[in-house]
């Protein structure tokens, strides 16, 4: 019988998920394997395909999310990376733009760009705003620059030539001089990967795909041996950032597109349930054992950045917040990223001050309470010692839990260093410094924009999702939390439902009064052309959804709106400036003067697969509701007590008060006092913070 399976892994664990002809889920969750992460999926697909009695031949289709691009940065083991660019801008990596993510640190150092300055090369040539050549590039002079490379161990190049993005003439010599010279080299240019203007995030773009390049392929290309090897020659699709899926081939050629394809893939299955549920607003907020994620779906649609971050202490869109990360102008669903998980590690910085992250304990060794390390202690350690972990193992037993060991650990790194005399003590407190750090995410997609967190719901998810998500959302003043059914595995539940769809941007600077519809509308068609063509699909098989940067004359960010209808015409200006003027308005609390001249910066295309169904509905068998038993939490200083622990199903037909723990394979949920928590049809917990029960 043929079949698929949607595969995404995680800095802990790898979470596999396959939804049958009936709608029905079927997971599997096996430790990730950092040294062979495609073997660790390999196992976790034959794991649930035993499990459901299939054969991994007769396996069609593998979906894939995964971290690998995300933490080569993070990391700093990318490629090495040389950058070549137009004499006199091989500094723009390091000028950026004037603005920091942390005001009053006067000694803030910006990090230090993937491609150090003695690898940055220049070449005599110009191109003129307008496309002209002004000064005609040197095919002798670039070949004598790609034997210098050859003794350089380069490993990939990215080229950003400036105003390529209008005539790429130059762009693509220096590419065809350096794919002959260097065969093995991953080459990234700038007019393939970003076409627009702003020279600091078209450069920073190139790079981060080059310097991901040859991590990506690798990784891709391990992932299909360890596949072949136990019997499936599936073909992979990997989830991009933008929310869509694409063949892994297509992504090893633009591989900074799958930097977020993790945490995207969390909201699209959040958009899918809120569809379901008929909740338009919603804040996902997805904690897994690394990073804790947040977006925001605003009227049942993503929304995108226009200027994300990645690689600071907190990734996200960086028109307010940002400055601390590298430019990446490719499109991202907004997903605000910081490094607190459940396997943070706990510590105290030279200041004597609570510290959590962004360093993790990983998979290996993983938490002082999984039995292997004492070294530290991590937020789930704290969890364990709160009552809100099973205190023997997780998991359905997969992973054994120690809690004695927590409790040493957590007591002799923390309790002792910050002068406390109560374990339980100390260990709410990393519970709360937790949430903080992990509700300044949710505000950089809410408050950030001009939305006001009381006015969504919380859709919560992950492996800490369900634990930490109703006492982040008292904190914002949100009132429902929805924990999913598969909760702990929703990123690759998300694979599962998500369409195979691109999106592109094609640079076209000009005041929108001034706009020809012709022009306009051949532009569009060329990206139309080029999505059906990474898709792999015939035209009339792809539909498209049309959308414009747009700014005020003057101004330095853009703010991306809907063009409204199937193709550019002049009487349709008007209702673009309204948008304009709303989205304007409520991001930042005023709009320009309505005789401001309204400029367009870019088209934008999303082309998608219109042969794709998503699956109708998605359930899970729920097992006879069980009591599992009871034991001891703490909520804090005259809170704490002896509370129900009870499976999923025990909730169905019943509306209960806090606190309560329910506990599950995929995750924990914890139910504070003060809530009520209920089954929908669908299966979904449901937590309400209002105290009605």
Not at 246 to 257: G, I, M, N, T
Not at 260 to 283: F, K, R, S, T, W
């Amino acid at each position: 019988m043929d079949w698929q399976v949607a595969s995404d892994v995680g800095g802990t664990f790898t979470d596999i998920a396959h939804v049958d002809e009936h709608g029905v889920l079927h997971t599997a969750k096996v430790p990730s394997l950092p040294e062979n992460y495609g073997e660790g999926v390999a196992s976790g697909i034959s794991t649930l395909a035993e499990f459901c009695n299939y054969k991994i031949s007769e396996l069609t289709e593998v979906m894939h999310g995964c971290t690998v691009a995300t933490n080569a940065i993070l990391e700093g083991k990318g490629a090495r990376t040389a950058l070549i660019t137009t004499k006199g801008f091989k500094d723009v990596l390091e000028l950026r733009r004037i603005r920091v993510p942390r005001l009053y640190e006067p000694l803030y150092v910006k990090p230090a760009p993937l491609c150090p300055r003695d690898l940055r090369f220049e070449v005599q040539e110009r191109i003129g705003a307008s496309g002209e050549i002004v000064q005609q590039i040197s095919r002798a002079d670039v070949e004598a620059l790609a034997e210098q490379l050859k003794g350089q161990n380069i490993e990939a190049v990215a080229v950003c030539l400036l105003h390529s993005y209008i005539n790429d003439t130059h762009e693509r010599i220096v590419g065809d001089i350096l794919r002959r010279a260097l065969p093995d080299a991953f080459i990234s240019l700038s007019v393939d990967v970003l076409p627009q203007i702003r020279e600091y995030e078209r450069t920073s773009t190139t790079v981060v795909n080059a310097y991901v390049g040859p991590v990506v392929k690798s990784y891709l290309d391990g992932l299909d041996r360890e596949l072949a090897k136990k019997g499936s020659h599936a073909p992979v699709y990997v989830m991009q950032s933008s929310g869509g899926q694409l063949h892994s081939d297509a992504v090893k050629k633009l591989p900074a597109q799958i930097v977020e394809c993790g945490p995207a893939a969390g909201v699209i299955a959040a958009q899918y349930i809120a569809q379901q549920l008929g909740e338009p607003n919603v804040i996902t907020f997805d904690m897994g054992g690394t990073t804790a994620k947040a977006s925001m779906i605003e009227k049942g649609r993503l929304t995108y950045s226009e200027d994300y971050e990645v690689g600071s202490s907190m990734s996200n869109s960086g028109t307010i917040a940002g400055g601390g990360g590298y430019s990446l102008r490719l499109p991202v669903i907004n997903i605000a990223e910081v490094g607190a998980g459940g396997g943070s590690i706990v510590s105290i910085d030279k200041a004597g001050a609570l510290k959590i992250g962004p360093e993790s304990a990983g998979a290996h060794p993983g938490p002082a309470c999984y039995g292997v390390q004492d070294a530290y202690a991590t937020v789930t350690d704290a969890n364990v010692l709160l009552g809100y972990l099973n205190p023997h193992h997780l998991a359905g037993g997969a992973v054994k839990i120690d809690r004695d060991l927590s409790y040493r650990c957590l007591t002799a790194k923390v309790m002792m260093g910050l002068g406390l005399t109560s374990v339980e003590e100390t260990a709410y407190g990393i519970h709360m410094l937790a949430n903080e750090k992990m509700v300044k995410a949710i505000k950089a997609v809410t408050t950030y924009r001009g939305r006001d967190p009381r006015d969504f719901a919380m859709i919560a998810f992950g492996g800490n999702g369900g634990i930490h998500g109703a006492g982040i959302a008292r904190s914002l003043g949100v009132k429902r939390v929805i924990v999913p059914v598969c909760a702990g595995v929703f990123s690759a539940v998300g694979l599962t439902v998500a369409e195979c769809k691109v999106t592109l941007a094609s640079a076209y600077l000009v005041p929108l009064r001034a706009a020809q519809a012709g022009r306009v509308n051949e532009l569009y068609a060329e990206l139309h052309n080029k999505g059906a063509k990474l898709l792999g699909r015939p035209l009339r098989q792809t539909s498209c959804f049309m959308q414009l940067d747009l700014r005020a004359k003057g101004q330095a960010f853009e703010i991306t709106v809907d063009l409204g209808q199937s193709s550019f015409s002049a009487n349709c200006a008007p209702d673009i400036v309204d948008r304009f003027m709303q989205e304007y308005e409520v991001r930042y609390c005023h709009k320009p003067d309505a005789s401001s001249e309204i400029e367009i910066v870019a088209l934008r295309l999303t082309i998608a697969d219109e042969t794709y169904t998503p699956p109708p509905f998605l359930q899970m068998k729920l097992s006879d509701g069980q009591l599992l038993g009871k034991r001891q939490v703490y909520f804090g200083e005259g809170q704490a007590g002896e509370a129900p622990v009870v499976n999923r199903a025990y909730l169905r037909g019943k509306k209960l008060a806090g606190p309560m723990v329910i506990e599950e394979y995929e995750g924990t949920t914890v139910v504070p006092p003060g809530a009520s928590v209920s089954l929908d049809e669908i299966g979904n917990i449901v937590i309400d913070l209002d105290g009605d029960q």
